[in-house]
């Protein structure tokens, strides 16, 4: 019986830690595996392509040739394809839709849109590509937005789009952190419900009490013997709902990217 | 006067014993049983038993209640009926076998002779005041009771193996343990302001609505036998641990049920253990009341009003089995239910098994947090 009761704890710990490091093996080369080919076979194709279309004539020849040339160099060490567009037409659709459609015509590959209209007065950016997705999430791309937001309005665009470059570059070498997912936490968390479980255990060791208020209660002669339940007044107050420019979207054509946008 | 009861077999002359299988006495030479009332009949105590008639002039309608009142509108607890008993911790007992001194405690009420090993009750310690009124008698025997003292050692999650093996047991002693059973009736009123909270939205706005009530309760509640330990040895907490007792077998005393075990008289009378025990019941109606409150989104009590009334206390004895356990040099004592077998008491804890267990708990909670971090898509690294 003692040993058996020996086998049993430490079987389960085999088990568990087994569990725990068969997790991390056949799931990471997979992915590995996945990412690359997207920004090799497709991205290195469209290279050769145009990544300022100044539709909106914002940008100065000079300043044009200047952001394809940041677009080309940091676009490629951070392994995306960026997109500048600024677009000043009225009676267009809506920014969000404008990006996709234009998305829609670009080969596959991990990609960042970011669109100035002067009609709509709004910044919208799009991240395209399940690495550029994952990278610059919807939080990150509400970020480049806003950080967009300021200059647009002084009517810096070149010096708007730079900063664009340089933070969607950063953003794409590292991972955005969400703090449930932190692995240090988690190990904390993990540890601390240990704790519980076994403090609890312990503290009960001892055997616990398991009577309850019910227990001793006649209830042939018990009950309430008055209630009253009286409305009093309503209370209504309001908010607006809050504009929700971060998010996810699909485009026409079918591909799925993370948004931020913002009004200047 | 010192009175010291002895049951003997009618047939032999040995020492009868009370029998947990038959609940019946039984002569352990020649295997005659009788029954207690029998036994009983012959050395009944004087005195005994006590009823507590509520005064009817007493009822006086002292709360005007809104639209029902209380069934019993009286706020006085009732009187208890039996005076605080008088010392006689001088009195020396003979066993009524070989004449040697019985040695007791100033509480004891039943033991057994330590020269002879006969049973020996203490007649004058549970007669008038001291008459117990009721009893539940032991079901678990010794041999039961140690039995189950180690099936249930060998439970512990975190006991030390080689204490699982309960070979050590130094000594099991079936004991009655005093216990004051109370009758009580609890009133308790609930003023509060509670809210339903409902939000929707029409076009831009989302509209948060919080209605408010007055919510007003009035409970009538009544319990019957809380336990409450009288005896000073014994520790309250573990006392409560112990329960619930099943009150199908209490019995109407009779001092046969103690022969050939230990049994002690109360410490502490019905009105000194009060306080304990209203503190319980207050906790009690509070949590009734507040059950009765139902589906509000808040709920901020204005007035709390719990009253607590006694309505009878009867000394109980209630059979409990005290086990010492030889462990690492040092004891340990644990309280066996001696009705249900349900066990008490702090084991000692093995330092590598509560490690086990942290850490199984540990890497498992966290496996699963990978798990569910890689499937909501966590999955790049």
Redesign the interface.
């Known amino acids: 019986?003692?040993k058996l009761?020996?086998k049993k704890?430490?079987t389960?710990?085999i088990i568990?830690?087994a569990?725990?490091i068969a997790?991390?093996i056949p799931?990471?080369p997979a992915?590995?595996a996945e990412?690359p080919k997207a920004d090799t076979t497709t991205a290195t194709s469209y290279q050769s392509d145009q990544h300022v279309y100044d539709d909106g004539g914002l940008l100065s020849e000079n300043e044009k040739l200047t952001l394809e040339q940041m677009c080309l160099d940091q676009g490629k060490e951070a392994g995306i394809d960026i997109i500048l567009l600024t677009i000043d037409e009225p009676n267009v659709k809506n920014a969000e839709t404008l990006v996709e459609d234009f998305q829609d015509k670009l080969p596959v590959a991990d990609r960042v849109c970011a669109l100035i209209d002067m009609n709509t007065r709004e910044i919208n950016v799009q991240a395209y590509g399940?690495?550029a997705e994952?990278?610059i999430n919807p939080s990150r791309a509400q970020k480049l937005a806003d950080l967009m937001t300021p200059i647009v309005k002084e009517g810096k665009y070149y010096n708007a789009f730079s900063i664009l470059i340089d933070k969607s570059a950063e953003y794409m070498k590292s991972?955005p952190q969400?703090i449930?997912?932190n692995?240090w936490l988690?190990?904390l968390?993990?540890?601390l419900?240990?704790?519980i479980?076994?403090g609890v255990?312990?503290f009960n060791?001892?055997?616990?009490?398991?009577?309850s208020?019910n227990?001793?209660?006649?209830p042939n002669?018990?009950?309430?013997?008055?209630?009253?339940?009286?409305?009093?007044?309503?209370?209504?107050?309001?908010?607006?709902?809050p504009q929700n420019n971060g998010g996810s979207g699909v485009s026409a054509g079918g591909r799925s990217h993370s948004t931020g946008s913002s009004n200047f | 006067m010192s009175t010291v009861i002895h049951y003997k077999c009618p047939n032999c002359g040995a020492d009868m014993a009370f029998d947990t299988k038959s609940g019946m006495l039984l002569c352990g030479s020649c295997g005659r049983t009788d029954s207690i009332e029998q036994m009983a009949g012959k050395d009944k105590p004087s005195g005994g038993d006590y009823s507590y008639q509520m005064d009817d002039e007493d009822k006086q309608a002292a709360d005007s209640?809104?639209?029902?009142?209380?069934?019993d509108p009286s706020q006085e607890d009732e009187p208890s009926n039996h005076s605080t008993f008088g010392e006689n911790d001088a009195v020396e007992y003979h066993c009524n076998n070989c004449g040697a001194v019985v040695i007791t405690d100033a509480q004891t009420t039943s033991t057994t002779c330590s020269f002879c090993g006969a049973g020996v009750i203490l007649g004058d310690r549970l007669s008038g005041s001291l008459a117990p009124a009721r009893v539940i008698p032991f079901t678990i025997n010794k041999e039961q009771a140690q039995e189950a003292f180690r099936k249930w050692c060998?439970k512990?999650?975190?006991?030390p193996?080689?204490f699982?093996?309960a070979d050590r047991i130094k000594n099991i002693t079936g004991i009655y343990v005093p216990f004051w059973l109370y009758d009580l009736n609890g009133r308790g009123?609930l003023d509060a302001?509670?809210t339903k909270v409902r939000t929707y939205?029409v076009g831009?706005?989302?509209?948060?609505?919080?209605?408010?009530?007055?919510?007003?309760?009035?409970?009538?509640?009544?319990?019957?036998?809380?336990p409450c330990d009288a005896s000073k040895k014994m520790e309250d907490g573990m006392m409560?641990?112990?329960?619930?007792y099943e009150y199908v077998n209490l019995k109407d005393f009779e001092m046969p049920y103690l022969a050939g075990y230990i049994a002690e008289k109360y410490d502490f009378n019905d009105d000194e253990m009060l306080p304990r025990i209203k503190q319980r019941a207050t906790?009690?109606?509070d949590?009734?009341i507040q059950s009765?409150i139902?589906a509000y989104s808040t709920v901020n009590v204005n007035n709390k009003d719990i009253y607590i009334r006694k309505l009878k206390a009867e000394y109980t004895l209630l059979p409990i089995w005290m086990v010492c356990y030889d462990y690492n040099k040092s004891e340990h004592i644990f309280a066996m239910n001696g009705q249900t077998g349900?066990?008490?008491?702090?084991?000692p804890?093995s330092v590598a098994?509560?490690i086990?267990?942290?850490?199984?708990?540990?890497?498992?909670?966290?496996?699963l947090?990978?798990?569910l971090?890689?499937l909501?898509?966590?999955?790049?690294?």
């Open positions: 019986m003692i009761m020996n704890t430490i389960t710990l568990l830690s569990l725990l997790l991390f799931v990471s992915l590995a990412t399940k690495k994952a990278y991972k969400n449930i997912t692995i988690q190990l968390v993990s540890v419900i240990g704790g479980v076994v255990m312990a060791s001892g055997g616990k009490v398991t009577t208020a227990t001793y209660m006649n002669n018990s009950g309430l013997i008055g209630r009253r339940d009286d409305y009093l007044h309503t209370h209504v107050t309001r908010v607006r709902k | 209640g809104f639209n029902q009142d209380y069934s060998k512990g999650r975190l006991t193996n080689n699982m093996t009123e302001t509670c939205t831009d706005w989302i509209y948060t609505e919080t209605k408010y009530y007055h919510v007003y309760r009035k409970a009538d509640l009544n319990y019957s036998r809380i409560d641990k112990l329960e619930p906790s009690y109606v949590s009734y009765t139902g349900k066990v008490v008491g702090k084991p804890l098994k509560i086990a267990w942290l850490s199984g708990i540990s890497v498992g909670s966290f496996a947090m990978r798990i971090t890689l909501l898509g966590g999955g790049l690294q």
